[in-house]
């Protein structure tokens, strides 16, 4: 149980571009979502929370309007990267705290994306 | 924001049993602690979770003293695939979470 999925695992795009990655959590209902970005060698830093039907509460130095997280449902958040430079390039990954009992977080596999 | 202090590496062998201490001098009264394993590219893994005196399951053990300034995980018999970032976390469903550096366990043969 617990299983969380982020689609896609890798992403490759031309500076310019946006790209969406989705997180879902498979068995369970989540309460609230996290986004995580990691650079190599480096620990987590969190992007971002998100709760269903509200908006998403940003990290100090997170540009919001960069990085769009949706959270349109209880098993759904997306993440959307706008108008992507290579300094984006990165491993993003996503987590979910369950709606009943919500004291662990479950991750992600992650995405990452190469922004050329 | 609750801060965690761990050792940034640690070797051992296969076959031998691994302590990885936390340090969270601040940790507050509904925040649990929780280990997750993080291989390269590759979301970090639910090891265990705690909030007070010894909880174990299939993979690992917890510590926690009294105080619950600090906790241990203990890794019974580590085999070459257990090679890997491990982090502890204090928070409460993932909130106030801070990723520290986490401990890089390497395992040799």
């Known amino acids: 149980g617990a299983v969380v999925s982020q689609h896609p695992s890798r992403v490759i795009c031309k500076s310019g571009t946006s790209v969406k990655i989705e997180c879902r959590s498979l068995?369970?209902?989540?309460?609230?979502m996290f986004w995580y970005r990691q650079f190599p060698k480096q620990s987590l830093m969190l992007m971002a929370t998100?709760?269903?039907?509200?908006?998403?509460?940003?990290e100090q130095g997170v540009e919001k309007d960069k990085f769009l997280i949706n959270h349109a449902s209880l098993t759904l958040s997306t993440l959307t990267v706008t108008s992507a430079h290579p300094e984006d390039s990165s491993f993003y990954i996503c987590?979910?705290?369950?709606?009943?009992?919500?004291?662990?977080?479950?991750f992600g596999p992650g995405t990452r994306l190469l922004v050329l | 924001l609750a801060k965690t202090t761990q050792p940034i590496s640690m070797d051992s062998y296969e076959g031998q049993e691994v302590n990885i201490t936390c340090s969270h001098n601040?940790?507050?009264?509904?925040?649990?602690i929780t280990w997750y394993q993080q291989f390269p590219s590759q979301g970090p893994r639910f090891i265990i979770q705690?909030?007070?005196t010894k909880v174990t399951n299939e993979v690992a053990s917890l510590f926690i003293p009294a105080d619950r300034k600090s906790s241990t995980l203990s890794l019974p018999r580590v085999s070459l695939s257990d090679t890997a970032v491990y982090y502890c976390?204090?928070?409460?469903?993932?909130?106030?979470?801070?990723f520290g550096p986490g401990t890089r366990l390497s395992v040799l043969p």
């Open positions: 987590s979910a705290t369950m709606t009943s009992g919500g004291e662990t977080q479950y």
């Open positions: 068995d369970f209902q989540a309460t609230t």
């Open positions: 998100s709760n269903e039907g509200s908006k998403a509460t940003y």
């Open positions: 976390l204090v928070g409460l469903g993932g909130q106030n979470f801070v």
């Open positions: 705690g909030y007070k």
């Open positions: 601040n940790i507050a009264t509904n925040d649990y």
